[in-house]
């Protein structure tokens, strides 16, 4: 079955430190992966794309791995900010489907 | 260039009457999608339409429902509300669909069935 796993569900954090976000697939065949930012009461925004042969991949102050062979993709989010409070989701795609992880729940306290 | 714009951005309605919610996509794309948005269930895929056909589709019942025009806005339909339907609705468009090519996403309609 088709499925994307993230975790933590939800996570807090101090302004200033990193964090990793995980996020585990079982999508066949695979096509990309895909990471999004979405705050509050908006729509989600892209951040990184990776496909089968690429490792890792940075935004800025994000970057995002991928280990094709173990299926499992991480976000890392480095010198965190206030503004990084956001939902992030994980989407994997196969060659004609998208299939969503459930989230991960960033809070950044000052 | 101009993003995705999606009206209404709120609506609430009755339980048993319909709703039509409308997406404009970026200028020059040619796939929109539809997804449902819920803190259950996260995002779930309604259906693409690419060049005015619908290209694929989720799981959903037949009470929803889309269109795309010749200019490539589009349209989605819900018949006969729910309480469940309550939800937060997204519409992406990408140049030639959501797999190969990047997706952007409208702010969204967040729509509560009373």
């Known amino acids: 079955k088709n499925q994307v796993e993230q975790s933590p569900q939800s996570l807090i954090i101090l302004e200033g430190k990193n964090c990793t976000l995980q996020c585990n697939y079982t999508v066949s065949p695979f096509s990309n992966l895909r990471w999004y930012k979405q705050d509050t009461g908006r729509g989600p925004v892209s951040l990184t794309i990776m496909t089968f042969s690429e490792n890792t991949k940075s935004n800025g102050r994000y970057t995002a791995t991928l280990d094709a062979d173990t299926k499992q993709s991480s976000l890392h989010i480095t010198a965190s900010q206030l503004s990084d409070s956001a939902s992030y989701i994980c989407v994997v795609y196969n060659t004609d489907k998208l299939i969503f992880g459930t989230g991960t729940r960033l809070q950044v306290f000052p | 260039k101009a993003g995705v714009t999606q009206t209404p951005r709120y609506l609430i309605k009755t339980r048993g009457q319909q709703v039509t919610l409308s997406c404009s996509p970026i200028?020059?794309?040619?796939?929109v999608s539809w997804y449902q948005q819920t803190p259950g269930q996260g995002l779930q895929f309604l259906f693409e339409y690419f060049s005015e056909t619908q290209r694929n589709k989720g799981n959903f019942p037949g009470r929803f429902s889309g269109r795309q025009f010749s200019n490539s806005r589009s349209e989605m339909n819900v018949s006969t509300l729910e309480l469940g339907d309550s939800a937060l609705y997204l519409c992406a468009s990408s140049l030639e669909g959501p797999v190969y090519y990047e997706q952007y996403f409208g702010p969204g309609t967040r729509l509560t069935v009373t």
């Open positions: 200028s020059g794309h040619r796939s």
